[in-house]
Nanobody
Framework: QVQLVESGGGLVQPGGSLRLSCAVS????????MGWYRQAPGKQRELAAL???????TYADSVKGRFTISRDNAKNTVYLQMNSLKPEDTAVYYC??????????WGQGTQVTVSS
């Protein structure tokens, strides 16, 4: 069973930075597509960033130029570097795993709060 553990959330002032990490227990992590999603209070969960097995990335328009997704296959970990944070980035951030065998899994979520 695939398990994901996120870390790195917290409280930051507008304009600040945070780096989220998601450690994955999966034998074929390198073949998986990994995503970071977020859910703000009262809103639906939405995709923030995605990275494929080949390293191709996709970003929501709202985070382009500010967020960077990356992966370290040797450590079975995916990262989300978040710069120039805004109050509207406040949300619970979730990591998602999806591999070629059809297995999918979500992490437990990590809270990011951007406030002065």
């Amino acid at each position: 069973q695939v398990q994901l553990v996120e870390s790195g959330g917290g409280l930051v002032q507008p304009g600040g930075s945070l780096r989220l990490s998601c450690a994955v227990s999966a034998s074929i992590f390198g073949a998986a597509t990994m995503g970071w999603y977020r859910q703000a209070p009262g809103k639906q969960r939405e995709l923030a960033a995605l990275i494929t097995r080949g390293g191709s990335t996709t970003y929501a328009d709202s985070v382009k130029g500010r967020f960077t997704i990356s992966r370290d296959n040797a450590k079975n970990t995916v990262y989300l570097q978040m710069n120039s944070l805004k109050p509207e980035d406040t949300a619970v951030y979730y990591c998602r795993y999806n591999d070629p065998l059809g297995a999918t899994a979500w992490g437990q979520g990590t809270q990011v709060t951007v406030s002065s």
